[in-house]
């Protein structure tokens, strides 16, 4: 799948140079074109690299960035005001969550009284009314106590 040690020797491989082929116009003739010159033709330079090759180019003159105005500087005191303002903000904001965050646990806190004392209530109520249990009055077994003068001692 891969070559084997081709690694380690560096290839030098032939260069072809390929020379553009110009490519015909088409054939519509409306008008003869005539060549308009421009109004001064620009500088040709020529520059040498550093491996002997030369390339030859239009020179371009840089563009100038249009001079930036001078801003006023801004006075210590509207910095520190504008500062003071965005940290009263920023208590305010803290305080309306700090207030909120209270309101919501107290009602979950109340959610939570009235529903122990719901849960509490209806045992109480099951207690009170079940039908299984004693009947409103004392159980006493009538076979091993000895009754006096409506006393019984068991």
């Known amino acids: 799948m891969y070559p084997d040690d081709t690694y380690d020797v560096p ?11 110009p490519i015909a116009p088409a054939a519509v003739t409306s008008a003869p074109l005539v060549p308009v010159q421009p109004g001064h033709v620009p500088a040709v330079a020529s520059v040498v690299l550093p491996d002997g090759r030369v390339v030859t180019g239009y020179a371009i003159n840089p563009v100038q960035p249009e001079p930036v105005a001078d ?6 005191t509207a910095v520190n005001v504008a500062l003071g ?16 965050f ?9 959610q939570l009284i009235t529903l122990a004392a719901v849960i509490f209530g209806g045992w109480i109520a099951v ?16 076979r091993k106590a000895v009754i006096k003068r409506n006393k019984f001692y068991g």
């Open 11 to 21: 290839v030098q491989r032939a260069v072809e140079v390929h020379q553009p082929t």
């Open 127 to 142: 207690q009170v009314f079940s039908a299984s249990g004693h009947q409103g009055g004392t159980t006493v077994n009538i």
């Open 71 to 76: 801003k006023p500087p801004v006075s210590l």
């Open 102 to 110: 209270i309101a919501a646990l107290t009602a979950f806190i109340t």
């Open 85 to 100: 303002g965005v940290g009263f903000l920023a208590v305010c904001g803290g305080l309306v969550l700090l207030t909120s």
